[in-house]
């Protein structure tokens, strides 16, 4: 059985419209369920690590409720949604690989100074 769609008669930017007018929760937790495997697949895919996935999945999510309430039309969703996954999931990832790299040098700085005395 797949999943129940709360509006199965409703597009994915009538939705986006309906949340945009009413401010109501439901039509855009309905865009959620219908596009979040998606946009965790394409995060997880850049990322290659779940817990990454999925906080760059929310800020897609965060991402698009920003954009549907401040700015223009988003014409086609699902492919807005996969843009905004690859940006910031690779922002995430460059994120993470600048802090290993601080926490690799300060580390490495606390040998040296250790060892120096």
């Known amino acids: 059985m797949g999943i129940r769609k709360l509006f199965p008669e409703?597009?994915?930017?009538?939705l986006l419209a309906e949340?945009?007018?009413?401010?109501?929760?439901?039509?855009?937790?309905?865009i959620m369920r219908r596009?979040?495997?998606?946009v965790f697949g394409v995060c997880l895919r850049v990322t290659g690590d779940k817990?990454?996935?999925?906080?760059?999945?929310q800020a897609v999510f965060?991402?698009?409720?920003?954009?549907?309430?401040?700015?223009r039309e988003i014409t086609y969703i699902g492919p807005w949604l996969q843009k905004v996954a690859h940006r910031l999931a690779l922002d995430v990832k460059k994120s993470k690989t600048r802090?290993?790299?601080?926490?690799?040098?300060?580390?490495?700085?606390?040998?040296?100074?250790?060892?120096g005395r």
């Open 51 to 57: 817990h990454d996935a999925e906080d760059a999945t």
């Open 10 to 14: 409703k597009s994915a930017q009538d």
């Open 35 to 38: 596009y979040a495997a998606m």
């Open 99 to 115: 802090r290993r790299r601080r926490e690799e040098k300060l580390a490495e700085q606390v040998r040296h100074h250790a060892n």
């Open 19 to 30: 949340y945009r007018q009413s401010g109501s929760n439901e039509p855009f937790e309905e």
């Open 62 to 71: 965060l991402s698009l409720a920003l954009q549907a309430k401040t700015a």
